[in-house]
């Protein structure tokens, strides 16, 4: 059996060069094809990376092609992913997996059907710090977690992004784009959600652009920007999570745990890397020694300063399981569930009522030093 799988793109975009630039870095891929609706941008990675260019269908029928990543925007992520499968092929997609449940699960039993894996990023919960807290929280150091506090708040994406539309029409807002990282390293941490109650507003109904090269342009908002939410863990763990747009600073961690026994402080699940900070017993806080897991080293350079960026890790983990014939850790399971929940959250703020999730899924399984590090390729691109 073959010890690497053929990796095709559709979807060129800017999330694109992530997965074109970082694949190098692990075992089980190799970046074969890149197709786009817009043929100028398949090209266009395509030089930058040295792979082919190639039309969807092309690309869909190609035989070196095992797991195509689905990089549209979340609107098309569905009819994308059903494309890919019908076409025989296993799909990893961008995050969010889809917009409803029905269409995840639409996608889960056509893959049953064909013997196909689906996969669905955010696959940061994988990084050195998340990782380190699952650690914390496995080893019984907090007790039972009981509640907790998660905060995803900024001034939205019309600063940066060059064309920031999908991010404030159905389909977008901070639960579905920035929620799945929250969300998703809360199923890895804690387990599964078992009801949703939810708050949600549009506190301006348009917005400027100050971004190039569209700055001035206006916008109109069509769905929520500010979420109030509360969710109840299968365990009986209570978190509240509180996503806006609307906010231009605040003083609260990304992720806060509270268990019988301590509190663990937990960095944006955005990111792979990050200070973890832990009390118990009403101690002094202070930061976790440093655990020496691969996927929370600095490889990145940015304004901010050194950055852990591994993303591409579920994608790679997605491939070797599939040749060991495995689960993997960013399944459709955790994917859908993600879903559910911020469906649930937004249905819960149009109806002003507890939300129960249809779905469940099983904690991932933890990603220690030893299995990260045989993700990674003996020679780093």
């Given at each position: 059996?073959a ?6 793109i ?11 630039g970082?694949s190098p870095m692990?075992?089980g ?9 817009n ?6 990675r395509?030089?930058?990376?040295g ?5 969807i ?9 095992d ?5 549209t ?15 025989g ?18 996608l889960?039993?056509r ?6 894996r ?6 940061t ?7 380190l ?7 019984g ?11 995803i708040?900024n001034h939205?994406?019309e ?22 990282y929250?969300?998703?390293?809360l ?15 549009i506190p ?10 569209r ?14 939410a509360?969710l ?7 978190v ?11 003083g ?6 509270y ?24 101690k ?9 897991h691969?996927?929370?080293?600095p490889?990145?350079q ?5 950055m ?7 994608l ?7 040749l ?9 399971e ?7 929940v911020?469906?649930?959250?937004l ?7 507890f ?7 099983e904690r991932?399984a933890a ?15």
């Open positions: 059996m010890k690497t799988l053929g990796i095709g559709i979807g060129c975009g800017n999330i694109s060069a992530t997965y074109f970082l692990f075992k891929i190799e970046v074969r094809a890149g197709a786009d609706i043929m100028d941008a398949a090209k266009a395509a030089k930058q990376y792979v082919r260019a190639e039309t269908a092309d690309l869909l029928k190609a035989k070196d092609i797991i195509v990543v689905n990089l925007v979340p609107a098309a992520h569905y009819e994308v992913s059903k494309q890919i499968i019908d076409a092929k296993h799909v990893y997609s961008e995050k969010p997996f889809v917009l409803s449940v029905k269409d995840g699960q639409d889960q039993k893959a049953a059907k064909k013997g196909l689906v996969g669905s990023a955010p696959d919960f994988l990084g050195g710090s998340h990782q807290a699952r650690h914390l929280i496995d080893s150091k907090l007790g039972k977690i009981t509640s907790g506090t998660l905060h708040m939205g994406m600063h940066w992004h060059p064309n920031p539309d999908f991010f404030f029409l159905p389909g977008g807002g901070p639960v579905l784009d920035l929620g799945p929250y969300i998703a390293d199923i890895n941490l804690i387990g599964p959600v078992k009801r949703v109650a939810a708050l949600t507003t301006a109904k348009e917005r400027t652009i100050s971004s190039k090269p700055k001035g342009e206006k916008l109109k908002v069509e769905t929520p920007t500010t979420i109030l509360l109840e863990f299968e365990n009986g763990a209570a509240t999570l509180n996503a806006s747009w609307d906010v231009w600073a605040h609260h961690s990304p992720i806060e745990l268990g019988e026994e301590g509190s663990l402080f937990i960095p944006d699940p955005n990111f792979f890397g990050g200070e973890v900070r832990y009390t118990k017993q009403g002094p806080v202070t930061r976790v020694a440093k655990w020496e691969p996927f929370g080293v490889n990145q940015h304004s901010e300063g050194a852990a960026n591994y993303r591409t890790a579920g790679a983990d997605m491939a070797l399981a599939i060991a014939g495995r689960p993997h850790r960013c399944s459709q955790v994917a859908l569930h993600t879903v559910d911020m469906t649930g959250i249905r819960s703020g149009e109806t002003g009522k939300v129960n999730m249809v779905t469940t899924c991932p990603l220690g030093v030893q299995e990260a590090k045989a993700l990674l390729a003996s020679r780093r691109k």
